[in-house]
């Protein structure tokens, strides 16, 4: 008989003011919906399961929009960079029986969810840590073991996130091309926005 794998959860860093954007970027909607509905359905979509999103700015507005399912956690220290919001996704899932998960960020409506079935193969496959690279480059989404957690969380100072813990480590991290699945774009200003093409609709591919 064969035994499926442990699940893979999904943690979606959505806390941030997006103060050059106006407002919180998980409420800009891209394609007629929020940022955080379209990063919550790349995860799920991906078969993640469960899935963290972690919320500060605009914390209740942005918790109504997740949908069913979703687990939310408020980084109290939000204020302080995007580590403050990996550190509180990686706690959410202390008790939680995954295996791994897959960190990625609301402003990246580009990523797919073949990008990160392919960190998720990655895994099982053996890898510890998994980065997705676009034309050889690190960037986001990433697959972290459990065993990588504490480690992540005692580098995720300011907004490194798991940047910093990833380059010190690079004889475990297995980089992932996805340059034919997707691309990492961030939407940081409005002129980000006005850069999306025209043919992105509704939903990740």
Same mark, same amino acid.
């Given at each position: 008989?064969?035994? &499926? /794998? $442990?699940p893979v959860a999904g943690v979606l860093l959505a806390a941030g003011?997006?103060?050059?954007?106006?407002? /919180?970027?998980?409420l800009l909607?891209?394609?007629?919906?929020?940022?955080?509905?379209?990063g919550v359905r790349l995860l799920t979509d991906a078969g993640c399961v469960p899935v963290v999103v972690v919320v500060g700015a605009g914390a209740a507005e942005v918790t109504a929009r997740c949908g069913p399912g979703v687990l939310t956690v408020e980084a109290t220290d939000w204020q302080t960079g995007?580590?403050?919001?990996?550190r509180a996704g990686l706690t959410a899932l202390e008790d939680v029986p995954v295996d791994a998960c897959v960190v990625a960020l609301v402003d990246q409506p580009l990523v797919t969810p073949t990008v990160v079935r392919r960190l998720?193969? &990655?895994?099982?496959?053996?890898?510890? #840590? #998994?980065? #997705?690279?676009?034309?050889? *480059?690190?960037?986001?989404p990433v697959l972290l073991t459990r065993s990588t957690w504490p480690g992540v969380a005692r580098a995720a100072v300011g907004d490194a996130g798991a940047r910093d813990w990833l380059r010190a480590h690079p004889e475990i991290v297995v980089a992932v091309e996805? +340059?034919? &699945?997707?691309? /990492? =774009?961030?939407? =940081?200003? $409005?002129?980000?926005?006005?850069?999306l093409? +025209?043919? *992105?609709?509704?939903g990740p591919r």
């Open positions: 008989m064969t035994v &499926a /794998p $442990p003011a997006g103060r050059r954007m106006g407002g /919180p970027k998980a909607e891209v394609g007629g919906e929020p940022l955080v509905s379209r995007m580590g403050a919001s990996l998720v193969e &990655a895994h099982e496959a053996g890898a510890v #840590a #998994a980065v #997705a690279t676009y034309a050889g *480059l690190q960037r986001n996805c +340059s034919d &699945a997707g691309a /990492p =774009d961030d939407l =940081d200003t $409005p002129a980000d926005l006005a850069r093409p +025209s043919t *992105l609709g509704r």
